[in-house]
């Protein structure tokens, strides 16, 4: 089919694709040559998006006169400590499939129905709670409430339900108890489920600012989103190092993403969202 | 035992953080709780369906919630059509030229709420953002993106369409990735061209994806939190206060806890109701 018609047709598909990708990123590219422009640029109406002078004077200040190391290092405990999240939505997807037991069927369903759950209902109700336990001001109270989802659960049932039995029982009958099943046959060969959401993980937990901003009393416990949040007067006076701030957050983010996008794909087409 | 070792954590923290909420909240909608109650248990009144009838005078209410019934109306067809649109064209075009584009639909879509809003208020700055000054240099008049009751509307909207496509974008690839390739080819050799292919064969194979995008994105704009949150503070004059963010207000600055969770069930009880009436309306079409 490489007719005149559909290589012609190639070309303009390929045109609009290029237009809106350039348009949805345009913000990001603004924010990231802002970060490195003189404020007095970055305050100056012009459409050259391009700094004409590079300075990194305020990539500096932010961790130098500014907290945003300590909002770094808790931003990183909060995604490890959502990272043994992880490791208990694995483990649920694997006795939801690969056991039977009583009360399998009701258990599952509840945590699938937590999944129809509005964030605004349980918000104030998981603050009572947190407050309740003297979780409030902790950087386990800020984690604790998205540390694992009903999603997740369901994908990684989804996925292990697949993995055949015979494997496991060779396993066992090799003496193997079953957290060594568990361990080191099952993570094992879940590792494209474990990619996607391990990535999925990292993003949210990176990214969360609601809990953060709720629950963290003192600058201390301040996340990367919450102390970027603190920026948000300086928008007259000295846009740079907002857009210094907001670099700091979505580029790593960005990094991770391009690193692993092939299987967030993957993953989604394994979910069975293709049928 | 070793089931519900396997099963236990996850299924605590999701009874703790998931269903004990829920009960919790429904119970609290039916006192006065507030910041002194918070203190002192002694001080908090059973006040029955008090806060429920107080909710239903509350003019605030109901325009917070016609509010978010303009952006579910408006905002639901455009984040569906676009997204399957630039789906479509990513999948049409193949090879690496759309792998690498991929990667800059998704962007916005793991962008952090505080970033997007930073970058976005400088975007949109009415001294010298980008889009004002475009629109002079084209001989336009600039636009108060974020101080008008109208142009605020359009401006959370627009930010929040922007952002949601990324990963619908990700899901309708994913389904298109599932269509086998022969019930194209064998259409191709009938004589059907690229637009008749996409529309008679490719588009109704996507209708289990369409759905789903349909109902989270329904589900997403009935929570519509982040953007004007972020944005606007709900300003000006309410226009840009949704349901969630009157829910939020009302909990967290006001401290009316017990009304705020009155407030945050009534929005429970219309996303159920919504997402039933979908569910419905869906088997009956696959019933014809």
Do not use: C
């Amino acid at each position: 089919m490489t007719t005149k018609g559909s290589r012609g047709l190639k070309a303009l598909v390929n045109l609009a694709l290029l237009g809106g990708a350039a348009l949805t990123s345009l913000p990001f590219f603004l924010m990231v040559f802002a970060a490195v422009k003189p404020a007095q640029e970055a305050m100056t109406a012009s459409l050259n998006i391009l700094p004409k002078r590079v300075t990194f004077q305020y990539l500096g200040e932010l961790f130098g006169k500014l907290d945003f190391g300590v909002y770094l290092r808790n931003t990183m405990i909060i995604v490890l400590i959502s990272f043994l999240g992880l490791m208990f939505m694995a483990a649920d997807g694997y006795g939801f499939a690969k056991f039977r037991f009583k009360g399998r069927g009701v258990l599952f369903g509840l945590a699938l129905a937590t999944m129809m759950i509005p964030a605004q209902v349980t918000m104030i109700p998981t603050y009572l709670i947190l407050n309740r336990l003297h979780l409030t001001g902790t950087l386990v109270g800020i984690a604790l409430p998205g540390l694992v989802g009903g999603f997740g659960v369901f994908l990684f049932r989804q996925f292990m339900a697949t993995i055949p039995d015979e494997l496991l029982d060779a396993a066992r009958m090799d003496g193997a108890d079953e957290w060594r099943v568990f361990w080191s046959v099952v993570l094992p060969v879940s590792r494209p489920i474990l990619a996607v959401q391990g990535v999925l993980t990292f993003i949210g937990s990176w990214n969360s600012f609601l809990w953060p901003l709720v629950i963290a009393n003192n600058q201390s416990d301040y996340t990367l989103s919450v102390g970027l949040a603190l920026l948000n007067d300086q928008v007259a006076v000295n846009p740079s190092i907002q857009m210094s701030g907001a670099a700091v957050m979505v580029v790593p983010i960005l990094v991770v993403f391009v690193v692993f996008q092939r299987h967030i794909v993957q993953g989604f087409v394994m979910s069975g969202l293709k049928s | 035992m070793a089931p519900y070792l396997f099963v236990g954590p996850a299924v605590l923290l999701l009874v703790a953080f998931g269903v004990v909420p829920i009960l919790v909240a429904a119970g609290v909608s039916l006192t006065d709780l507030n910041i002194r109650g918070l203190g002192d248990p002694d001080r908090i009144e059973f006040v029955g369906l008090g806060n429920y009838l107080k909710l239903a005078d509350d003019p605030a209410f109901w325009s917070a919630l016609k509010v978010t019934a303009g952006f579910v109306v408006v905002g639901v067809p455009a984040i569906v059509v676009l997204s399957m649109a630039v789906a479509l064209l990513l999948h049409q075009s193949g090879g690496r030229l759309a792998r690498v584009l991929r990667s800059f639909y998704f962007m916005p879509a793991i962008m952090a709420v505080v970033a997007i809003s930073l970058v976005w208020g400088y975007l949109l700055n009415t001294q010298f953002g980008l889009a004002n000054h475009f629109l002079e240099s084209i001989g336009l008049d600039p636009i108060p993106w974020l101080s008008s009751p109208g142009w605020a509307k359009v401006s959370v909207g627009l930010v929040a369409v922007w952002r949601a496509t990324g990963l619908n974008i990700i899901i309708f690839l994913a389904a298109l990735q599932g269509i086998p390739p022969e019930y194209l080819e064998a259409a191709a050799i009938d004589g059907a061209n690229a637009w008749q292919r996409t529309v008679r064969i490719v588009i109704p194979l996507l209708r289990f994806a369409t759905f789903f995008v349909t109902i989270t994105t329904v589900i997403n704009w009935l929570q519509f939190f982040d953007e004007p949150y972020v944005l606007t503070q709900g300003g000006p004059a309410g226009a840009t206060t949704s349901i969630s963010l009157y829910i939020f207000q009302q909990g967290f600055r006001q401290n009316q806890f017990g009304f705020a969770s009155a407030g945050s069930l009534a929005l429970f009880a219309l996303i159920a109701v919504v997402t039933f009436i979908q569910l419905r309306v869906r088997r009956r079409q696959d019933d014809d």
